[in-house]
């Protein structure tokens, strides 16, 4: 029979799981048009970008400041943030880092019209792909705009992949979590069932419907689903 200790950790791990993923995207569209978003305090800055990223066919969204930016819904096609920073500007440095870490699907390029090296490596540290100086030409600027929307199109891959095990994880029931945890850390079948107090039979059934349900192709492709999912190890269950 599974120690209590060890039933109770399941359980726990079974239920909670799913709660603890980041905010899920819907249905990202990877071939969609892509967004710039702008947040400029400079009006001409703010228009000049307008009328050059309509010219490659992208969507154009202006954005008052960072607040209202994190306010939007998230974008769900590829996607860039073009941030304009004025010299030494703290509070729009901390702005950007709060960016970065709640968009991490929205790359960001810093531009400025100061050439200044304390103020680029800031900015670089807070998140942004480039820091491009005025005057700079407009391809150089399109060219890192066509870079940021690759990294923006993996992130979304990598939160699809992600949505979808979530999805699949869902449909398992509580035995059938149980199972998982404990055969992606190489428990045989026996083993398993010893844990768990259940036949060896009714472990390989489980197992079948894991495999089933999570659309696994083997048991390293179960192992690398569980690694996404970020299921604790069993094995600690076992101290």
Request: hydrophobic share 45%; with cysteine.
């Given at each position: ?89 703290v509070n ?79 449909l398992l ?67």
């Open positions: 029979m599974a120690s209590a200790a060890t039933a109770r950790i399941l359980n726990e791990n079974a239920a909670n799981i799913p709660l603890t993923f980041s905010q899920k995207l819907d249905q990202p569209n990877l071939d969609s048009t892509p967004i710039v978003f702008v947040i400029t305090a400079d009006v001409s800055e703010q228009e000049s970008l307008k009328s050059l990223i309509a010219r490659q066919g992208w969507q154009f969204e202006a954005c008052e400041s960072a607040q209202a930016f994190l306010a939007r819904p998230r974008p769900l096609v590829p996607s860039c943030l073009i941030l304009s920073r004025a010299l030494r500007d729009g440095l901390e702005e950007q880092k709060r960016i970065a870490r709640e968009r991490a699907e929205v790359p960001i390029i810093v531009i400025s019209r100061y050439e200044d090296i304390p103020t680029t490596v800031e900015a670089m540290k807070a998140g942004a792909v480039d820091f491009l100086v005025r005057p700079f030409g407009n391809e150089i600027l399109l060219a890192g705009i066509r870079e940021t929307f690759e990294r923006s199109r993996l992130v979304l891959h990598r939160e699809m992949e992600s949505s979808r095990l979530r999805n699949c994880y869902a029931s509580t035995r059938e979590r149980q199972v998982m945890a404990l055969v992606v850390c190489g428990l045989l079948n026996k083993q398993v069932g010893a844990e768990l107090g259940i036949s060896e039979i009714t472990v390989k059934a489980h197992r079948g419907h894991v495999m089933r349900k999570m659309k696994a192709n083997s048991l390293p492709d179960l192992v690398r689903m569980a690694g996404n999912l970020r299921i604790p190890s069993a094995r600690i269950f076992q101290a």
